[in-house]
């Protein structure tokens, strides 16, 4: 995200962070739910991650979550006189 991020607008950053966000957190089966449900409902604090390690990460998984949002779900805004402004989220 850094390296994507390094020469793009604070705009481009904006909607890629969005991306990333949205695609993260709506995952039926995410590390993100994964490590609240270890936490709050099983209260181990000992999410079983997957995958598990770096290695078994598949760059074309990754490269899934910077690709744009469908339809509307695009970061919609503009920078205008220093003051985000924005529309469907």
Known sequence: MLREG???SLFDCLAMELRLGCRYIAQEESDFTRGIYALLIDKTRKPVWSPSTLDEVDMKDVDEYFKPLPGSREFD???DSNE???SKL
Do not use: I
């Open 6 to 8: 390094r020469n793009l």
């Open 84 to 86: 985000l402004m924005y």
């Open 77 to 79: 805004g503009y920078l």
